[in-house]
Every structure is written in C-alpha cells, then in structure tokens.
C-alpha cells in the first residue's frame, strides 16, 4: 500500500498479503509514518476495519482506496489519508 496525503505526498509503503490481518498492515503503517497502530482508524467503503480483520475478508484487492485517519489528542487534529494499492499480488 501506498499511503498520500491530500496533497500528494507519500507517506509510507506498505505490503500486505490477502490473509494478513489488519494489524500488520497497521504496524507497518507505524514503521513508516510513526503513528501507532491505537491511534489509527483504516476505513474500507463505509466499514472501520479492525485489527483483527483479515483483508481478504473484507474484499479488500489490489487498487482499492481505504482511508486512514490518524487521531490525536488535540481537537481538531485528525488527518486522513488515502491508501491506494492495498495488496501485493
């Protein structure tokens, strides 16, 4: 996966595989940008997808959009990203 934020910049590169759960995904979303995995909200279509979903399961594929939104303790700090190229073949 390759996750942008709204102006385009590139913010981490993350490989997944279909029978990964969520969490992987997550804790390499960590390694990349530095934001916990408690602290992130990954959202497929209209479904919050949790930690221990596995991605095959929630009919995420290769070049699909999922939203990462990073929260923090500030109001009105959130930031949202987009991920595109969610799987590896």
């Given at each position: ?16 595989r279909p029978?990964d ?42 070049n ?26």
């Amino acid at each position: 996966m390759t996750a942008v934020d709204w102006g385009g910049e590139t913010k981490a590169d993350i490989v997944v595989r279909p029978c990964d759960t969520v969490r992987v995904g997550m804790e390499q979303i960590q390694d990349q940008i530095g934001v916990a995995p408690r602290l992130q909200r990954l959202v497929f279509g209209e479904r919050r997808c949790e930690e221990e979903d596995i991605w095959s399961e929630l009919g995420v594929h290769q070049n699909v959009q999922l939203q990462l939104t990073v929260i923090t303790d500030e109001v009105g700090a959130n930031y949202t990203y987009h991920i595109v190229d969610a799987l590896a073949d």
